[in-house]
C-alpha cells in the first residue's frame, strides 16, 4: 500500500518548476480567498495505468483497494487514491503522499503477467489548485470546456487545452476546487497566464 513518509519540504521546493513563483505569489498578493486562489500542491504521487481486460482492474481494485472508473471523464476515489479516467485504456493514479519506488515496482510486478503497464509521472506533473467563485470564470477565459457546476460536476475530470498547455482538470467539488495537472515544463508559463487572467479578482 501507498505509505503516508514525509519528504523534505525545502527539498521539494526546490525541485518544484513553480517554488519562486508560488512564493512570489504569496508573498505580494492578497487574495480574495472566496474569489480566486492559486496555490501548488505538493508531494502529491502519480502512476500512469494502462490496460483493459478484467484480471487487470481486478488486480488494481486488490492492490490500491479502489475500483477504476470506466465512465468517460470519471472518477473514483478512497481516503489516500484518486483515479481519473483518461480513456478506455489509461488512467491517472494520484496519490495524497509521495510515491515510494518499492511500492511501484510492487504494483509493476502485480502486472507483468497481463497485458498491462504501471509507470511512476510524479515528476512529470506538476499540480495547480485554483479555488473560489471565480475559479471558473478565470479557467473558461483559456478553455472552451462548460465546467458549471450543472454540466461539469464534482468528481469530473477532463483532459483539454488551457490557453495553450494541454492539461488534465480534476474537479474537486463545487465551491468550485481544481486541480490542474500540467507538465512540469509548461508549468511556470501555465501559472503566469492564470495569474495575469485572474487579476481582476484580487487586491494587489
Known amino acids: 500500500m ?9 527539498i521539494s521546493k ?28 505538493l508531494f502529491l ?26 465512465s468517460p471523464n470519471t472518477t473514483t476515489s478512497n481516503d489516500k487514491i484518486t483515479a481519473l479516467w483518461l480513456s ?21 510486478n502485480e502486472l507483468s503477467d497481463i497485458h498491462a503497464l504501471a509507470i511512476d509521472v510524479s515528476d512529470r506533473w506538476t499540480t495547480i489548485n485554483l479555488s473560489g467563485n471565480k475559479a471558473i470564470d478565470v479557467l473558461s477565459k483559456g478553455t472552451s470546456i462548460d465546467l458549471d457546476n450543472s454540466v461539469f460536476g464534482t468528481g469530473a475530470c477532463a483532459q483539454t487545452t488551457l490557453w495553450t498547455v494541454n492539461v488534465i482538470v480534476y474537479k474537486i467539488d463545487e465551491k468550485p476546487t ?6 512540469s515544463t509548461m508549468a511556470k508559463f501555465l501559472w503566469q497566464w492564470l495569474d495575469h487572467s485572474s487579476k481582476e479578482y484580487v487586491y494587489e
Open 178 to 183: 481544481f486541480d490542474l495537472f500540467v507538465d
Open 14 to 41: 526546490a525541485l518544484s518548476p513553480l517554488s519562486e513563483l508560488s512564493d512570489n505569489y504569496q508573498n505580494s498578493k492578497i487574495p480574495i480567498s472566496s474569489e480566486f486562489s492559486i496555490n501548488e500542491k
Open 88 to 108: 478506455q485504456k489509461e488512467w491517472l493514479i494520484v496519490m495524497n503522499s509521495s510515491v515510494d519506488n518499492k511500492e511501484v515496482k510492487s504494483l509493476q
Open 45 to 70: 504521487g502519480k502512476i500512469a495505468l494502462f490496460g483493459n481486460e478484467d484480471l487487470f482492474f481486478e488486480k488494481i481494485s486488490n492492490k490500491l483497494n479502489i475500483a477504476l472508473p470506466t
Open 2 to 10: 501507498i505509505t503516508d513518509k514525509i519528504t523534505d519540504l525545502s
